[in-house]
Each structure stands twice: as C-alpha cells, then as structure tokens.
C-alpha cells in the first residue's frame, strides 16, 4: 500500500460529498457564533470577571457531553444516527435563531447566555457521537478513517474561516447580523439529512426504561474493559482541562494581554485555524497504519512552548496560534483513528 494517499478520496461517496458540502458549511456558522459569544462576554462583564465567566461558558458547552455520550449510544443504536443528528441540528438551530433575537432586541443577558450555552453542551454530547456513527454508515469500511480526517479537516477550516468572518461582519454590520448568519447557516445541514438515506441496522426493536439502563451498563462496561478506549478517554480528558482552555479564553487573552479588538482575535483564530488545516491534510494523507504508531508526546510537547511563549511574548501569539492549531488537529486525529481502528477490529471479532 502506498505511504501517501488521496487525501479526499472519501468525497467519491455521493451521500458523504453532500453532507460533508452542508457540514462545512454549518460549522464555519458554529465558529462565527463561537466567536461572537465570547466577545459578548467579554464585554458584558468588567475585565476583572471576564475570563472566569468565558471558562464557565466553555464548561457549560462541553462538561455535559461526558454525561450524555453515553445515552446518545444508546439512543443511537434504538432509532440511528441520522434520526438524533437530525434532532440536535434542529435544537441548535432554535438555539442559535433565539441567540439572534436575543442580540437584536438587545435582551441579551448573563443568564440567557449561561443558559443557551448549557444547552449547546447537552446537544454536543449526541452530535459527535451520532456523526461519527451516520458517518460509518453511509462510506465504506476502508475510506472511514479518511472521511473521519476530512471532516476534522473541515472543521479546522471553520475555526480558520470562522473567527475572520465575524471580525468582519462585527465591524461593518453588527452584532446581530453575525448571529443571524449562524442561525441560516443549519439549514443546509438540515435539508441534507432529510435527503440522505438511512442505512443504520437498529439493534433494538423495542424501547423501555429497563432495557435503556441495561443497553447503558453495557456501553460502561464494554468501554470501561478496552485499554485502547481508556487511555484515548484518558488523554482526552487531560488535555480538554488543561490544553484547551488556551483557545477557549483567547478573546480575553486578546482584550486584555494584546490588547485588539474582535478583528485582532478573528485574524489570531484564523492562524489557528490555517495551522490546524495544515495539520489535517497531513493526517489525512498519512496511511492509516501508520498514524496509529504516531507519537502523542512530540504534538503535546510543541503545543505546550507554543502556549508559553505566547504568554511571555503576546506579539507571537499569532504564530503561537499556527502550530497550536496544527499540533492539536493531528492528536485528535491520532486518538480518533485509535477508537475507530479498535472499534472496527473488535466489531469484526
């Protein structure tokens, strides 16, 4: 097999072209709301408190993941991926159309963006799984590591694009108008889903209380018995609390050490972004078995300087930003081809 592969072989499947096009496009909506949530922070609270409530914020979207992963598996396998992914697009789309109303009628307040938050943290804890899953489901067994690679690639893409449209658009045309283009920006996805067929087997001809804790102690069990899965939850876990902040409390980073504006922090997200867009199309190319075998320690080694040298020196923050980015989409990419090659083996068994 040779060691360089097409790295958008994957975009051959019909049905994958299409919800990867509609994909790209809702996520880059995701990163503008992304950015302005945290710029409206920022600025609703002195500077004093702005970074404790943008860490509460970034708790509240992605702790109640860890507690609803498992019941999307279970809801997963009784009425398949496409049905929940479906559900949750809808829900963060209501979310993201009342965080635009909210902006335009100027109600907005702490406890309305607390609240919002917390519920886009409840529907990523279905989404990410039930993606994965409807992914698997509409590819070939020998592309999926590929497709996996091209939609983290698409994601980076977003947090590249993202960030620098809504610097943009804060500035010529206003908050509200940036909220509005993530709340459009679900309806491809939508309308995509609805068109796509579902190829998913149901495991599961009938649901009840008992038999959702009893599918639920499996899924504990089964995970909580694989080495493999235990050490990437482990390590995600480690990095998501220590790792990640640095991006989620980069717009008061920006406020109050670099001191720009929201235009400074779209550009120091898209470096970010371009890093992690060049870091994905490595991934991508690289033969799955060979990825595997990749290192951790050298990617978290280079993101940990890049972190402190932006601190000590906040005018390499922008360069910072560019291998940040490219170091963390390679070792999210590394521990998702480990679950799915783990998965894949132990399903063939």
Known sequence: M???MNPYRALKNRHYRNFWIAQSISLIGTW???????WVAVNLFPESKAAGFIGLIAFLKGFPSVFFSPVAGVLID?????????????????NAFF??????KGLLSPFFLLSLSLLMGITSGFYLPSRNTFISDIVPKDVLPNALALHSMIFNV??????TIAGFVVKYYGLEFGFVINALSFLPLIIALMVIPDNHSRTSSHASFK?????LVEGVRYVSTNAVLIKTFVGLTMYSLFGMPFGMLMQAFVKSVVKSDILGYGIIMGMMGVGAFVGANVVAAINPERLIRMKEDFL??????????????????????????ACQSSFFQHNEQQDTTTLTIEHER
Do not use: N
């Open 2 to 4: 040779s060691r360089v």
């Open 32 to 38: 503008i709301d992304t950015t302005l949530r945290g």
């Open 78 to 94: 009784w009425f398949g991926p496409k049905t929940i992914l479906l559900y949750t697009q809808l829900l963060d789309a209501a």
């Open 99 to 104: 965080m635009a109303y909210l902006v335009w």
């Open 158 to 163: 977003a947090r590249m694009v993202g960030p």
């Open 211 to 215: 038999k959702f804790f009893v599918d």
């Open 300 to 325: 978290l080694l280079v993101i940990g300087s890049s972190i402190l040298a932006a601190a000590l020196r906040p005018a390499l923050t922008p360069y910072a930003a560019f291998f940040i980015g």
